[in-house]
Nanobody, 124 residues
Framework: QVQLVESGGGLVQPGGSLRVSCAAS????????MAWFRQTPGKEREFVAA???????DYADSVKGRFTMSRDNTKNTVYLQMIDLKPEDTAVYYC??????????????????WGRGTQVTVSS
């Protein structure tokens, strides 16, 4: 079993930057597929980024070039560095994990473990 805890959310102005973190427990962390999703009320959960244990990282088109996902296996932690934030980036950001080497990393139903989320608000 894997437990995930997100942190680092907050209020930022448009054009600002923020880094959110996800601390994971479990001895098999380095084998997991890790991902970030985001969701706003009334909307479906949206894929943001995913990292396989091999190091391959994928990004949604909406965040490519602005967001960077990184993974520190020694600390059992993944990060999402966000720059040039826009109001449409406002959402609860969730960390997700799955012990498998997922083929469809952008599908929420593929992930077995989820954190409780951290709120990111981009507003003047």
């Amino acid at each position: 079993q894997v437990q995930l805890v997100e942190s680092g959310g907050g209020l930022v102005q448009p054009g600002g930057s923020l880094r959110v973190s996800c601390a994971a427990s479990g001895r098999t962390f380095n084998r997991n597929t890790m991902a970030w999703f985001r969701q706003t009320p009334g909307k479906e959960r949206e894929f943001v980024a995913a990292s396989r244990s091999s190091g391959r990282t994928d990004y949604a088109d909406s965040v490519k070039g602005r967001f960077t996902m990184s993974r520190d296996n020694t600390k059992n932690t993944v990060y999402l560095q966000m720059i040039d934030l826009k109001p449409e980036d406002t959402a609860v950001y969730y960390c997700a994990a799955d012990p498998r080497d997922l083929l469809y990393t952008g599908v929420p139903s593929e992930y077995d473990y989820w954190g409780r989320g951290t709120q990111v608000t981009v507003s003047s």
